[in-house]
C-alpha cells in the first residue's frame, strides 16, 4: 500500500508539473484532456482539481472554475490557501455575481465580500433600469466576463442602439474564447440582429393607424434597417465558424425583411389608391409627403407608374386628377434631376437614373392621355398644364441624356489626352479585372450588378474609342454617337408633339391614343357618350 501510494505521488506530481507548463504555455485543450485522464486515475485529487480549475479559467469556463477551487478549499490540501486567493480573484475581479450566494465572508474575507455585494447592487440596479454605460463601466472593470458582455449587447439591441452594440460585439470577440456556451451567445446575437424582429418599429394593421402614421413608421422601419444593414456590412465575421455562419444569416434576413416591407408598402399603396379613388378621400390626405417621406413616396409613385391601377371611371375624377397632379409634382421636383448637373462626375450613374426618370415621365405623359377621355372641359385645361409640365420634364431629361451619350472616356479610364496607347491599355484592363463578374462578392446587390456591368461595357467602348485614331478624333470633336443622339433627338420631338396634341382645342382621332384602344377602356355607355361629344364637335 505504502509502495503504491508513493507511485501515485510521483505521478501526480509529474502530472502537475506537466499541467503547469501546459497552462504556462496557454494550451488549455491539450492541458484539459491530460487533467481528465490523470483525474480518472486519481479522482478528487486537491492538486489536479486546482490545475482543472486554472484550465477552465483560462477558457472562461468560471462556473466549473468556481466549483472546482471551493472544492480545494474545502479539503485539507497545501493548496487551499491559493485557492481562496483565486476565489478572491474570480469573485470579486473577474466579477462572478454568483459567488455571494456560495461563499460565505469567511471564505472570501470581510473586504472581498463587501466588494462583491457592491459590485452586484450596482449592476442589479444597471440591469433593471437599462443603464448601459453602467453596464459597461461594470464590464470594464469585469473584464473577462463575456457574459456580461452578452447581457449589454441585448440591452443594447432592445434599445436601438445599434452601433454602440457593434462596438460591444467587438470587445466581446476580443475575450471570447473556444467556448461552446459563449460561441452560442454571440451566433444568437448575430441572429437576433438580422431577425430585427423584437427591437424595430414593425408596422401592424392598418386599420390601427392614420395614413400619415403608417407611411411615417414605416419611413422609420426602413431608415433603421438601412442603419442595421450599415453597421453589419461594415464589420467583418468574428474568427469562428459558427458565428461566421450566423453572421452570413443575419445579412440574408436583414435583406429578405428589407424585401418583404418594400412589397408591403407598394402592396398597402395599391390598396390605399385604389380606395381613395372610388370615395370622397383626397389623395393629399394621404400624405404622399413628397419631400419628407420621399423614399415611401417614390414606392407609391412607383407602383402609380409600374401598374397604372388608377381606375378612370366617372365616379372619381377629382381624386384621379389630384394623383395625376402628386405624380406631376413628384416628378419635378426629383431632387435627382438636379444632383446629375454637368458637374456630376459618375457617368454609369447618370445613365442608370436618365432611364429611369425617361419611363416614369413617358408612364405619367400616357397616363395624362388616358384620363383625358374622361375629362369635362374644365379639367382639360388642367391636364394640358401638367402636359406642359411633362414637356418641362423632357427638356431637360434630354439635355441629360445627350451628356450620358458623350462620356468622358478619359477620366472613366483614369487617364489624360496626352496618355499614351499602351498607358490606356494598361489603365484599361485594371480597370475590367476589378469590374468582371468573377470578382463580384456574394451579396452583392442588383443594382450594383447592373452598374458594375455598365461601367464594364462604357470602359470597353472608351478603350474601343480612344485607341482608335478615327473614333478618337470624332469624340474629341464632340461627334462620339451623333447618330443615336440625333435619333434619340426625333424621339424627344414626337414625345412632345404627343403631349401638345392634348390641346384643349383638342377634338379626337388625332392623338398618340387610337379609337380601337380608346374603346377597350370604356364601357358601352362610355364609348357611345365619347362619339357623341365628338360628333357634336366637343
Given at each position: ?88 480573484t474570480m469573485c470579486v475581479d473577474v466579477c462572478q455575481f454568483q ?31 437599462g443603464n448601459t454605460t453602467d453596464l459597461f463601466l461594470i464590464a ?336 474629341m470633336s464632340g461627334q462620339h454617337n451623333a447618330g443615336e443622339i ?53
Amino acid at each position: 500500500m505504502l509502495i503504491y501510494t508513493i507511485f501515485s505521488l510521483c505521478d501526480v506530481a509529474e502530472a502537475v508539473k506537466s499541467l503547469e507548463q501546459l497552462i504556462k504555455d496557454n494550451k488549455s485543450q491539450e492541458a484539459y484532456t491530460l487533467v481528465q485522464n490523470s483525474l480518472t486515475d486519481y479522482p478528487n485529487d486537491p492538486k489536479l482539481i486546482f490545475q482543472r480549475a486554472v484550465i477552465y479559467e483560462q477558457l472562461r469556463q468560471f462556473q466549473n472554475s468556481i466549483t472546482d477551487y471551493a472544492f480545494v478549499v474545502s479539503a485539507p490540501s497545501p493548496y487551499k490557501f491559493k485557492a481562496i486567493m483565486k476565489l478572491k480573484t474570480m469573485c470579486v475581479d473577474v466579477c462572478q455575481f454568483q459567488c455571494e450566494d456560495k461563499f460565505s465572508v469567511q471564505i472570501l474575507g470581510k473586504e472581498a465580500f463587501a466588494n462583491l455585494q457592491n459590485l452586484t447592487k450596482w449592476k442589479n440596479e444597471a440591469i433593471l433600469s437599462g443603464n448601459t454605460t453602467d453596464l459597461f463601466l461594470i464590464a470594464e472593470k469585469c473584464t473577462k466576463d463575456p457574459n456580461l458582455y452578452i447581457r449589454i449587447v441585448k440591452t443594447q439591441l432592445e434599445n436601438n442602439e445599434f452601433n454602440q452594440a457593434f462596438k460591444t460585439l467587438e470587445k466581446l470577440q476580443e475575450i471570447s474564447s473556444e467556448n461552446s456556451d459563449t460561441i452560442n451567445e454571440l451566433k444568437d446575437l448575430y441572429q437576433i440582429l438580422g431577425g430585427l424582429a423584437t427591437f424595430v418599429f414593425r408596422p401592424i394593421e392598418e386599420s390601427r393607424f392614420s395614413n400619415e402614421e403608417f407611411f411615417q413608421g414605416l419611413n422609420t422601419y426602413l431608415t433603421r434597417m438601412q442603419i442595421v444593414h450599415e453597421v453589419i456590412s461594415k464589420h467583418s465575421p468574428i474568427s469562428h465558424k459558427a458565428s461566421d455562419e450566423a453572421y452570413n444569416e443575419a445579412l440574408l434576413a436583414l435583406d429578405a425583411e428589407y424585401n418583404m416591407v418594400i412589397d408591403q408598402i407598394e402592396t398597402y399603396a395599391k390598396t390605399v389608391i385604389a380606395k381613395s379613388f372610388n370615395s370622397d378621400i383626397s389623395l393629399s390626405k394621404l400624405k404622399l409627403e413628397l419631400g419628407e417621406y420621399h423614399t415611401l413616396s417614390k414606392n407609391l409613385i412607383n407602383t402609380i407608374l409600374g401598374n397604372q391601377i388608377i381606375p378612370f371611371n366617372t365616379t372619381s375624377k377629382t381624386p384621379t386628377l389630384q394623383a395625376l397632379q402628386a405624380v406631376t409634382n413628384y416628378l419635378l421636383m426629383e431632387p435627382a434631376i438636379d444632383e446629375l448637373a454637368p458637374s456630376s462626375t459618375d457617368q454609369v450613374e447618370l445613365e442608370l437614373k436618365v432611364e429611369q426618370l425617361e419611363y416614369d415621365i413617358e408612364a405619367n405623359r400616357k397616363m395624362l392621355n388616358r384620363a383625358k377621355f374622361y375629362r369635362q372641359d374644365t379639367e382639360l385645361q388642367n391636364i394640358v398644364w401638367l402636359l406642359d409640365d411633362c414637356n418641362s420634364l423632357f427638356d431637360k431629361i434630354f439635355l441629360l441624356r445627350k451628356r450620358a451619350m458623350q462620356p468622358d472616356f478619359f477620366k472613366l479610364l483614369k487617364v489624360n489626352p496626352q496618355s499614351s496607347t499602351a498607358e490606356i491599355k494598361k489603365s484599361y484592363y485594371n480597370i475590367a479585372k476589378q469590374l468582371h463578374p468573377d470578382n463580384y462578392e456574394e451579396n452583392i446587390t442588383n443594382q450594383e450588378k447592373k452598374r458594375r456591368q455598365r461601367m464594364f461595357q462604357m470602359i470597353a467602348e472608351g478603350y474601343d474609342v480612344l485607341t482608335n485614331q478615327q473614333k478618337r478624333a470624332e469624340f474629341m470633336s464632340g461627334q462620339h454617337n451623333a447618330g443615336e443622339i440625333s435619333q434619340r433627338h426625333s424621339i424627344h420631338k414626337t414625345r412632345k408633339q404627343a403631349s401638345y396634341d392634348m390641346h384643349p382645342d383638342y377634338k379626337g382621332g388625332n392623338g398618340t391614343v387610337s379609337d380601337e384602344e380608346i374603346k377597350k377602356q370604356l364601357t358601352e355607355e362610355q364609348w357611345y357618350e365619347y362619339q357623341k361629344q365628338r360628333r357634336q364637335g366637343k
